[in-house]
């Protein structure tokens, strides 16, 4: 099956800080030094598609903890010589210190589950997540290499091509609480009754004025009614699709059309964007960052922020005991799923333990509250506080 990619705006240095430091703390627990390497002439902005360079360097770099004992693990990145105007060439290698591997199995390590004959690769074997970083690296157009030798570590490394973007200055969206002006009016369009209620919550915290819409002809009836300045159709709807909903939209007379984002789990070329009548799109699940964007990008809003808000990601004031506190080995586990993405396996986990221990009540709450909304990084935040409180606890015994 041909992999889809979901190209947006990326904050380059931003996204290589965010990897490092979400690797800092599964290189601390083996005693490990994590090295961060970066070209100072990268780029500020990239076009790509961030969920899968992120797993590509998160399975790189895990690989290379998980198999290295003492030393180093290294991400570097550097800028290559491109003859493409407005595109930029990029090298990531990630090198460590581990146990290297036979010339003779350079090749089956990337088979998944497969346990080559190296006696710490045979313990752990190598999971799907070599198999599938160079799957992901050949779909975005480069190849995954490896050198390595044995009892002195190895060096995974792959090229790609981007093109360069000047990236918008969104916040970061745990400080927004609001924007400047009168109340915004929104339509959000989706027969799934849990993808609708994320949107208007979120949406109605930052103070829109929202609606909603069940299929695509309720949704033209709402607009009529209510002149929304911005609408969040979903496609794929049942009664009407939301691709004829916006095309009645737009025929509707109004002093002002509204700002129209398509919604769809499957990927829209902009060819195909103009073609249905949206303005911008957005995949599903939608990230928040990514939305906000848009409207600060189209619409022209002035966030407000709090800085008290960021706290929302770290534990709870209170009494803090090992009771109420999950174990070291619970934290390990939850922080390697929310890396992967794995949100899914997150609440399943969450769940086990909650009915193992109900004293994890707060916890679990908090996580799942994060994980329901798809905010991987402040899942990763919360859980790396967890585990600092965890470890300040372990010291005082």
């Not at 799942?368 to 470890?391: C, D, G, P, S, V």
Request: charged fraction near 20%; charge should be negative.
């Amino acid at each position: 099956r041909k992999l889809e990619l979901v190209p947006e705006q990326l904050d380059f240095p931003r996204f290589l800080n965010s990897i490092a430091s979400l690797m800092e703390m599964r290189a601390q627990e083996k005693g490990l030094a994590l090295v961060y390497e970066l070209d100072g002439a990268l780029p500020a902005g990239i076009w790509a598609d961030e969920k899968r360079l992120r797993q590509i360097l998160i399975n790189l770099l895990g690989n290379g903890v998980k198999f290295t004992h003492t030393g180093s693990v290294t991400l570097r990145v550097a800028r290559l010589e491109t003859a493409e105007r407005g595109k930029v060439a990029l090298r990531f290698a990630i090198d460590d210190t581990g146990i290297g591997i036979e010339p003779e199995n350079l090749e089956k390590i990337f088979q998944p589950f497969e346990q080559v004959g190296t006696q710490g690769y045979k313990a752990h074997g190598t999971g799907l997540g070599l198999a599938i970083s160079r799957r992901l690296v050949e779909a975005m157009g480069g190849k995954l290499h490896v050198v390595s030798e044995v009892d002195k570590g190895s060096c995974f490394w792959f090229d790609l091509s981007f093109t360069e973007t000047t990236p918008t200055a969104v916040l970061p969206t745990q400080t927004i609480v609001g924007y400047v002006g009168p109340r915004c009016k929104v339509l959000v369009a989706d027969d799934i009754a849990y993808n609708r209620v994320l949107l208007v919550d979120l949406l109605s915290q930052l103070g829109f004025d929202v609606v909603e819409a069940v299929d695509g002809q309720e949704a033209v009836s709402q607009a009529q009614e209510h002149q929304p300045e911005l609408i969040l159709m979903d496609l794929i709807m049942p009664v009407m699709s939301g691709e004829q909903a916006i095309q009645m939209i737009q025929a509707q007379e109004r002093d002002k059309r509204p700002f129209i984002i398509a919604v769809s789990a499957s990927v829209l070329s902009e060819e195909n964007q103009r073609q249905v009548g949206a303005d911008a799109f957005l995949a599903k699940p939608v990230h928040v960052d990514s939305l906000l964007g848009l409207l600060q990008q189209h619409m022209g809003l002035v966030w407000q922020v709090n800085e008290v808000e960021e706290t929302a990601v770290y534990p709870t004031n209170g009494q803090t005991t090992s009771q109420n506190l999950p174990t070291a080995a619970e934290l390990a586990d939850l922080h390697e799923l929310a890396l992967k993405g794995d949100l899914t396996a997150v609440q399943q986990q969450l769940e086990t333990m909650q009915q193992a221990n109900p004293h994890l009540a707060t916890f679990v709450q908090q996580c799942k509250t994060l994980a329901t909304q798809f905010e991987e990084e402040k899942l990763i935040q919360l859980l790396e506080q967890y585990h600092l409180q965890q470890t300040v606890l372990n010291h005082g015994q």
